[in-house]
């Protein structure tokens, strides 16, 4: 007998990645004044940075998105689920890894609103990393398997 991942834990996890696409706007601009700092770049890297941040918006709400459309389909196992849960995986590994080496938060507010959250958020990064991880061996010991 293998442990499967519930579809509640997916799920959760899906509200969760839309959830930070959506407060996004609201952290860069009362928590990191980036619009003020972007204003200080050249007009075409002020566009880049925007678009960087709209694709990260996009592919958080979208990644939840499908993980809620598509549970079941996130968990057959399947070479498309395979590399769709290895991708996912690897998004948010990828953000916790950079997110605790790179941007140490040096710079975050000292209200006690913006500490709780700078928590909660990193705990929502490292559970998303988790639970598509988690997903992903169980996809690929399964592909494996039927191979």
């Known amino acids: 007998m293998h ?12 509200i969760g990645q839309m959830f930070t696409a959506l407060i996004y706007p609201y952290i860069r601009h009362k928590v990191f004044d980036w619009y003020n700092d972007i204003k200080k770049l050249k007009p075409l890297n002020q ?9 990260i ?5 979208s990644f939840g998105l499908i993980s809620i459309l598509f549970t079941e389909d996130l968990k057959n196992q399947s070479g498309l689920a395979v590399a769709l849960t290895g991708l996912i995986a690897a998004y948010w ?6 997110q605790f080496s790179y941007y140490p938060m040096y710079q975050i507010p000292k209200k006690p609103i913006f500490k ?4 909660l958020m990193n705990t929502l990064f490292v559970s998303f990393s988790l639970i598509f991880i988690a997903l992903f061996w169980q996809n690929l010991a ?3 398997q039927k191979q």
Not at 57 to 61: E, M, T
Not at 93 to 98: E, L, N, R, S, W
């Open 3 to 14: 442990f499967q991942i519930p579809n509640w834990l997916i799920i959760a996890g899906a």
């Open 47 to 55: 566009e880049i940075a925007k678009t960087y941040g709209r694709y």
């Open 57 to 61: 918006q996009g592919l958080n709400f």
């Open 93 to 98: 590994t990828g953000k916790v890894a950079t």
């Open 116 to 119: 709780i959250g700078e928590v």
């Open 142 to 144: 399964g592909y494996l």
